[in-house]
């Protein structure tokens, strides 16, 4: 079925899909048990001049990257199914780790190695590798433009130093959206939805934990998606600088009929050690939509975003872009162009911007 016909809060939240194009898939076996095969091509191309260099990079898009999928379900009866999934990343060349440095490398990395029991009537429990019950709160976002950009703005050039120099802070030091304990081996229960919302909760390997409140709606005809998310304290940054403690990040988004959406985020981790400052950030993104063409939606966006204390107290990070993703229905293809920059400032330091252009597409199977 078309994406655009899952439920809100499906659209705003899955980590599977990020545009509006349809996901053919082939599917083995009959409607009681059936093993279905799909996935994904995800390539994005920038140029990024950080002051010192102005060089061209090429690779798989992080925001979401090239993966193939092998799920199975079985209807054991019409309250209760088995299932499970595989789906693995293809990453050459991740935009957010190439760098000045290290422009190449590569690698096949198990993102879902997962079983799951799914009732009507009390929910689904998953365990084994997968998404966290905080995976991607902080990304609620139907502008349709979230394969060009999104909160974690440093999944396209995270890896870039500032002024081309290894010695100081990359992108992804100072900017960070937040999603929680991302993928890991655990125990996941999501409850029934209740009016459009769910609550999810994993116990994690290595005695961490997450909860989570998810909450998507279609009121007439304007979508509505809100997610929050709390978490057993993680690490962020490193070394002296390392701040350590509970996350909390949320995000919004709304689209109106008209096509006109409004994207939001925001997080904190509650530093614990004496001295050190929160590391937090807001992002907001503002959008259209629009069916010119015959063969899929096209979608603009602009968006700004402040992120604090991530690198070492006092730093503020700024980031601002634009986004247009055209989709072709027929193709099973979206294609996307970009811009962005990122600006630093540092207590005693002095760094140039980061101006990035970027191209890319992603083919669905």
Known sequence: LPYANASVLTQAISPEDVTTIPRHQLILGSKKAHTSLS?????????????????????????????FNINSELLFSPALTLGSRIQLGLKTN?????????????????RRAEAYLKTKRWGTLTF??????????????????????????????????FNGVSSNPQVRDAFNGLDGFSRKVRLRYDSPKFHGAL???????????????????????????????????????????????????????????AGLSLTSAAGQVRANSAGRKNPYYYYIKPGYEFHYFKM?????????????????NKDKGTTHGAQVVQDFNPLDLAVYMGYREFALSSPGRRFSDIHLFLMGAMYQF
């Open 39 to 67: 996935g994904q091509i995800s390539v994005v191309g920038f140029q990024a001049d950080d002051g010192k260099f102005n060089r061209t990079y090429i690779g798989t898009n992080s925001i979401s990257n090239s993966r």
């Open 94 to 110: 991740p935009s957010e780790s190439i760098s000045q440095t290290q422009p190449n490398s590569s690698s096949i990395q198990i």
């Open 128 to 161: 084994g590798q997968g998404e966290t019950a905080s995976d991607n709160t902080a990304y609620a976002d139907l502008s349709d433009t979230e394969i060009a950009g999104r909160a974690s703005v440093e999944d396209i050039g995270g890896g870039l130093y």
């Open 199 to 257: 609550v999810s909760a994993s116990l994690i390997a290595g005695s961490h934990s997450d909860i989570a409140l998810k909450w998507g709606k279609q009121l007439g005809k304007t979508k509505v998606a809100v997610e929050l998310a709390y978490t057993s304290p993680k690490n962020i940054s490193s070394g002296s600088n390392r701040a350590r403690g509970n996350e909390t990040n949320g995000s919004l988004s709304i689209v109106l009929p």
């Open 296 to 312: 899929g939606l096209t979608a603009l966006s602009l968006d700004y975003g402040q992120y604090y204390n991530f690198n070492q």
